[in-house]
């Protein structure tokens, strides 16, 4: 009987650690496409709150503790040419605000992150929307060293979509751990199980010897 307890643990600490290990190995690649979204964390917008070529649908987020990389998603309701919001962070870095610049001539799409002073932090740019031209989607990255000053366990930013008059979250902000969604502490405690179980195992077998 207690062998088989101790034998169901070690299958729940392997299947633990599966999980784990496949939740870290996924990321986003920035390459205009979109199905590499799919299960990360998502907030739909308020339909209508401001013209159609503006009006923000959905945003999408990704931190990425591997890469220490904030992953980036947001759609609007109607494709058109050329396209400009902004995404506002506060953290301990202070207030942050990145221009995204999608320009349907060229097919890219320019970041500029800017700190509360109005310089320029940081940019990048690269072929990130849906379409070459008009686009309706973009995904786009920001390293973590430029958002937030301490990334340690459990730290996290505050962030929102602007474009137009059109905020997503309609009002307030969307709270960004830099910290991962799959638990670091469950990881652990997962390993040294599966490094003592086998000290266990054969505690047992000897004492029912
Ligand atoms: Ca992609
Ligand atoms: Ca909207
Ligand atoms: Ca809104």
Not at 86 to 98: C, P
Not at 179 to 191: G, Q, R
Request: include cysteine; charge should be neutral.
């Amino acid at each position: 009987m207690k062998r088989m307890r101790v034998l169901f643990i070690m299958l729940l600490t392997i299947n633990m650690l599966c999980t784990v290990a496949s939740a870290s190995a996924k990321s986003i690649v920035l390459d205009g496409k979109f199905g590499d979204w799919g299960g990360m964390p998502a907030l739909k917008d308020t339909m209508n709150d401001e013209k159609n070529d503006l009006d923000i649908q959905f945003i999408k987020w990704f931190p990425d503790n591997n890469t220490k990389t904030l992953f980036l998603n947001c759609e609007r309701n109607q494709s058109a040419p050329d396209w400009q919001f902004e995404v506002q962070f506060k953290s301990d870095l202070g207030d942050r605000k990145a221009i995204v610049n999608n320009d349907s001539a060229t097919g890219l799409t320019t970041v500029k992150l800017y700190d509360s002073s109005g310089s320029v932090v940081y940019s990048t740019s690269g072929n990130w929307q849906d379409s070459g031209k008009d686009p309706k989607q973009v995904e786009f990255s920001l390293p973590y060293e430029y958002l937030v000053g301490n990334m340690q366990w459990g730290y996290e930013m505050k962030m929102r979509f602007q474009s137009g008059t059109d905020y997503c979250p309609d009002s307030g902000f969307v709270t960004v751990s830099t910290i991962s969604t799959y638990p670091y502490p469950f990881l652990v405690i997962a390993l040294l199980l599966v490094l003592f179980l086998p000290f266990v195992i054969k505690k047992y077998r000897r004492k029912s010897a």
